[in-house]
Nanobody
Framework: QVQLVESGGGTAKSGDSLRLSCTASGRTFSAYHMSWFRQAAGREREFVANVSPYDGRTYYGDFVQGRFAISKDNGQNTVYLQMNRLKPEDTAVYFC????????????????????WGQGTQVTVST
């Protein structure tokens, strides 16, 4: 099975930056569909970002508004989330998710589409 391990979370001030990392096991990482989700306390899990293994196109949740960037390093089996101009409302646990099925998405924004998840990394943004 695939294991995903997130890192890079922590505390930040409004306007600061953080870079999250997610390292995966697996021999075919380059073919995985990788996404980031987040879940704030008392809220539902929310789609953050996705990167296509085919053409590298990226997709973001509406709230991102140009502040975040997802990228992937196949040589390191790692996907990143660069978070800039952080806001207090970005406070949440951030999860890395992988779809290794090889089947097309119905909706890549849906958590049900992913078969592996990391344990999450906490991001806390203060005013």
């Amino acid at each position: 099975q695939v294991q995903l391990v997130e890192s890079g979370g922590g505390t930040a001030k409004s306007g600061d930056s953080l870079r999250l990392s997610c390292t995966a096991s697996g021999r075919t990482f380059s073919a995985y569909h990788m996404s980031w989700f987040r879940q704030a306390a008392g809220r539902e899990r929310e789609f953050v970002a996705n990167v296509s293994p085919y053409d590298g196109r990226t997709y973001y949740g509406d709230f991102v508004q140009g502040r975040f960037a997802i990228s992937k390093d196949n040589g390191q089996n790692t996907v990143y989330l660069q978070m800039n101009r952080l806001k207090p409302e970005d406070t949440a646990v951030y999860f890395c998710a992988a779809d290794t099925s090889g089947k097309p998405f119905i909706d890549f924004r849906g958590a049900y589409e992913y078969d592996y998840w990391g344990q999450g990394t906490q991001v806390t943004v203060s005013t």
